[in-house]
């Protein structure tokens, strides 16, 4: 029976070392450790072994012990699987944290986590059968380092030089893969995988793509350069990860390739099978942006349910698509915050981890042919980023064409991306395949020192650090010849040259070759790549259902709005004051009449400021989603404003009501169904006037405080011209009380109370009030005309 137990293992690997196989204690040759180098082997007269490796020159030990009895060391494989199989019961029959072990059917499917577990734990675990299948410790070429480790545990000490693996051995090194372990509770795998119906394949290219923007400055205008000249590729089934240092220009890249960016300092070839961007891709490009837009007030179901309703096509039914954003919860893992509202920055809601994923469902949703996703897994831990990219893998695997950035992937995320770009400062470092970017970079002389993820190695590279890392040659030699602005003061070649010599590497080494790949034409046939373009817009479902789906979602997301408690005390409290400033008052006589006009031109300023001020925000706070939204035109634009501003009614029309209730009574106004229902109607159209108004500044503007300037101007005038205040205006002045709302709704309040009373109150003659009211319908509408046109007038990104 073999005792083998790891008495200690201090590897900073950048995966998992899994040291499934006993039997390979028996053999002089060595276990194959990941990405690492073995140096040195003692063996079975100590009754333990000792590996010493030098990963990236990190040193390593890790020490297996074995029992007295050797013959453990050669036992067969059919005891090692039944050692495993009872191993894996025992894990079964005691569930924990750590050593949940996942059986499959079988019983002998091990997740990652919990074989490693057993590992430490039973002696004579064989993993799941023990055969060589399970050896997911694998070796890479790395530097040499000499390295002297004591183990503490046992007291040996030992001294080796440098071992290096044959190059053959080295040729057939694999790279990690997961693809022996059937399950991962970790990375979720053993929920279903996201079933959706295939999609139009879309190869993406782009060659040579450059962009510039104009920064402003205090004398001159400057031009820099964001992206230098990228070329890459991605095809169906792929995932290709955007690689580099803050501000390096991963977001710029994606914008540009995802067609959100259309602006004329660009430069280079984008092209989708072949063909340029055109609208009707749109529909098919799903685009997590890097900042979370959504609604903090709906739930993340109700999110998810809308974004399915509105992007999913007609051919399926609500419940259908209802269905989907439910498995689109449970496949991100949102089961539990399903009913929490997303929140935002004053209202506590689901975690920004939540709200990522949330993010990432909305896009996932439409079942796009090219996703494209900026830091998905910003913010998440390792576990759930692993998820996320574990079901970007599985979407690619689907057909679709995944292109993502990330910032420091773990090992095991980077070892999932098939395509690589890494960027610095805008410029090309590589473009490839992930797998082999560590080998493209060793070749150029740039390896890493000791253990490390890769990913931190090429993020270390782009920032021009060689620390830990080997200098190449030629850099080394620049150094040397003492140029002072290339050194630094340890030494090292500063950044700039490191970069300099990175990109000047690729350009030299690797861009022709790739650039010409992309020139072999794409294994489609023209009908399916034509499909890219097509001659109309595709909208997911009608105008009517967009705008009804609009509308209860404009009112879910200000449900809390309506029954603000502040705006209702605000209202009635104004509402109190002014009854008892004005109890009953009579207008019998023709002061008591002038102090009521007063407070007839008061309610007509108090319902055309408030409306104005409110409105202004409606559509700068709504830029964002907007913009996101009609950039995959999830909606028509006629659709939203017509929802937008027709569900806030209600609440406009609620609380002028109970404002009246209170006031009307109070103050004495004339006792009449009649007067009275006109004039909440007359309060109404001047309500409707004002918020068009708002609509428009805020459209137009689409800045709060610009907008709020304007606004506060417009509506003094507005209130100066009314006609309450002055009454001889200067003829040359005296057009604009045509133009203010409060003009119109004073002088039909004045009919509606003193029609029989006078002909003319103030020096305003009473008349059939058709002018104002025509005046007042002609300003809703108009206003409302000019806030459209001005929202059109926005731009959206790939518009
Ligand atoms: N419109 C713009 N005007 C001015 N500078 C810009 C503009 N767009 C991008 N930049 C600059 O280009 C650089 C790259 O920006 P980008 O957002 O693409 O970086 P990034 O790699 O996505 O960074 P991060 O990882 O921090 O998100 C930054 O220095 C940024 O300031
Ligand atoms: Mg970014």
Redesign the pocket.
């Known amino acids: 029976m073999c005792h083998t137990s790891i008495q200690y293992i201090y590897c900073d690997l950048y995966s998992v070392v899994h040291l499934y196989s006993v039997d390979c204690l028996s053999h002089s040759k060595l276990p194959e450790i990941l990405h690492g180098k073995l140096l040195n082997f003692i063996c079975p007269s100590l009754h333990c072994l000792l590996l010493k490796l030098s990963l990236f020159g990190k040193n390593v030990v890790v020490i297996m012990e074995s029992g007295n009895d050797s013959s453990g060391l050669a036992r067969t494989k059919s005891e090692q699987l039944v050692e495993s199989a009872a191993a894996a019961a025992a894990l079964k029959s005691q569930p924990s944290i750590d050593s949940i072990g996942k059986v499959d059917g079988g019983g002998t499917s091990l997740t990652r986590k919990s074989s490693w577990r057993m590992v430490a734990a039973s002696p004579s675990r064989g993993g799941g059968g023990g055969s060589s299948r399970n050896t997911h410790i694998r070796k890479t070429s790395s530097s040499s380092v000499a390295l002297s480790r004591a183990s503490s545990s046992m007291d040996f000490s030992f001294s080796f030089t440098g071992f290096t693996l044959p190059a053959d051995e080295i040729s057939d090194s694999k790279p990690f893969s997961d693809e022996d372990i059937p399950e991962d509770i970790e990375a979720g795998n053993h929920k279903p995988k996201f079933q959706a119906e295939p999609t139009l394949p879309i190869y993406l290219k782009f060659t040579d793509v450059s962009y510039k923007?104009m920064?402003k400055g205090m004398t001159k205008n400057e031009e820099?350069d964001?992206l230098k000249g990228i070329t890459g590729a991605v095809n169906p089934g792929e995932v290709l990860a955007l690689m580099?240092p803050?501000?390096?220009?991963?977001?710029?890249?994606l914008n540009l390739i995802g067609g959100r960016l259309s602006q004329p300092r660009i430069s280079g070839s984008i092209t989708y099978n072949d063909l340029p961007y055109s609208k009707c891709l749109k529909s098919k490009i799903g685009f997590v942006t890097?900042d979370d837009i959504l609604s903090p007030h709906l739930t993340v179901k109700e999110t998810l349910t809308y974004a399915a309703r509105l992007k999913l096509p007609n051919t399926l039914t609500r419940e259908q698509k209802e269905k989907r954003a439910l498995d689109v919860i449970y496949e991100l893992g949102l089961e539990r915050c399903q009913d929490t509202m997303i929140g935002g920055s004053f209202i506590r809601g689901v975690s920004g981890g939540e709200r990522k994923r949330v993010c990432v469902g909305n896009e996932i949703i439409i079942n796009p042919s090219l996703l494209f996703l900026d830091?998905p897994t910003s913010g998440l831990d390792s576990t759930t980023a692993l998820k996320i990219v574990q079901m970007l893998h599985d979407i690619a695997e689907a057909g679709k064409t995944v292109v993502t950035?990330i910032?420091q992937p773990s090992s095991r995320l980077f070892h999932k991306f098939d395509k690589l770009i890494l960027?610095g400062k805008?410029s090309l470092l590589y473009f490839g395949k992930a797998s082999e970017a560590m080998d493209y970079f060793q070749h150029i002389g740039c390896s890493p020192l000791i253990a490390m993820n890769p990913a931190e190695f090429l993020l270390d590279l782009a920032n021009g650090n060689l620390n830990d890392v080997s200098v190449p040659s030629e850099l080394e030699d620049k150094v040397q010849i003492g140029n002072a602005q290339a050194e630094t003061r340890n030494g090292k070649p500063s950044p700039a040259l490191v970069q300099e010599y990175l990109v000047e590497s690729y350009e030299n080494r690797v861009a022709e070759i790739e650039k010409k790949k992309l020139l072999v034409p794409i294994p489609l046939d023209e009908e399916l790549k034509s499909k890219v373009h097509c001659p109309k817009r595709q909208w997911g479902t009608s105008w009517s259902e967009q705008y009804s789906i609009l509308f209860s979602r404009g009112f879910k997301e200000r449900r809390h709005d309506y029954f603000s408690w502040l705006r209702i005390t605000q209202v009635l409290s104004t509402a109190i004051i002014l009854g008892l400033l004005w109890w009953q008052s009579d207008a019998n006589n023709m002061k008591g009449l002038q102090d009521q006009a007063g407070l007839l031109f008061f309610i007509a300023v108090f319902w055309g400021f408030f409306p104005v001020f409110t409105a202004i925000f409606t559509f700068p706070q709504e830029r964002a989603m907007l913009t996101k939204e009609r950039a995959t035109d999830m909606y028509r634009l006629s659709a939203y404003f017509l929802a937008r501003t027709t569900s806030d009614l209600p609440l406009d029309l609620v609380l002028p009501v109970l404002f009246l209730l209170v006031v009307y009574f109070m103050a004495g106004l004339r006792l009449s169904v009649g007067s009275f229902f006109l004039t909440i109607l007359t309060v109404f159209l001047c309500i409707v006037a004002a918020q068009g108004l708002g609509l428009a500044i805020g459209a137009t503007l689409m800045d709060l405080k610009r907008a709020t300037t304007l606004a506060s101007v417009t509506v003094m005038t507005f209130m100066l011209a009314g006609g309450f205040f002055v009454k001889r205006v200067p003829i040359f002045i005296s057009w604009i009380r045509y133009l203010s709302f409060n003009y119109h709704t004073y002088k039909l309040l004045l009919k509606v109370q003193y029609e029989q009373v006078a002909p003319s109150i103030n020096g305003i003659r009473i008349d059939s009030g058709l002018t104002e009211v025509v005046a007042l319908i002609a300003m809703v509408f108009g206003y409302r005309l000019l806030a459209y046109l001005s929202l059109r007038r926005m731009k959206v990104g790939g518009a």
């Open positions: 923007v920064i820099k964001i580099g803050s501000g390096s220009g991963k977001t710029s890249l890097q830091e950035t910032h960027l805008g």
